[in-house]
């Protein structure tokens, strides 16, 4: 019950903070500070609810393409290993990271949604096929 009234504090403050920040410039921190609301008292989970997965997702995937483009420049064999494992996951979280702009469309929301609705039982069926697939691999050798 306690986590349902922060979150409800959380989003009381994100709506005040959205709609005063289009009015006045001063209007906006004497209005907040009347109102006694503060983020301080929300809990860390509370406050990742006002923040979208998706952001840090696309963020992260930044950062490691930039990380692995300089270690690329660098060009030493053990940082151009490090750069390609780093621009390896940088494409997956950039192309992962597609999937919620195709959501807005309505031609591709077909398949985002296919995409979304069968990740789970194509890990099934890879993980159940994993073994068979590591035991004909040994006895090839």
Do not use: C
């Not at 920040?21 to 500070?33: A, D, I, K, L, R």
């Amino acid at each position: 019950m306690a986590s349902n009234q922060s979150y409800l504090n959380a989003t009381s403050i994100y709506e005040h903070a959205r709609v005063e920040s289009f009015g006045s410039n001063n209007s906006f921190t004497t209005e907040f500070e009347e109102e006694n609301l503060n983020l301080d008292d929300l809990q860390f989970w509370d406050k990742a609810q006002l923040f979208s997965f998706w952001t840090f997702f696309i963020i992260f995937g930044d950062i490691l393409q930039v990380i692995g483009s300089i270690f690329l420049t660098i060009n030493t064999e053990s940082t151009v290993k490090q750069a390609e494992v780093m621009l390896g996951f940088g494409a997956l979280f950039a192309w992962s990271s597609l999937i919620k702009y195709a959501e807005n469309a309505k031609g591709y929301n077909i398949i985002t949604n296919t995409i979304l609705n069968s990740g789970g039982i194509l890990m099934k069926s890879m993980i159940g096929i994993a073994p068979l697939l590591i035991g004909s691999s040994l006895l090839a050798l």
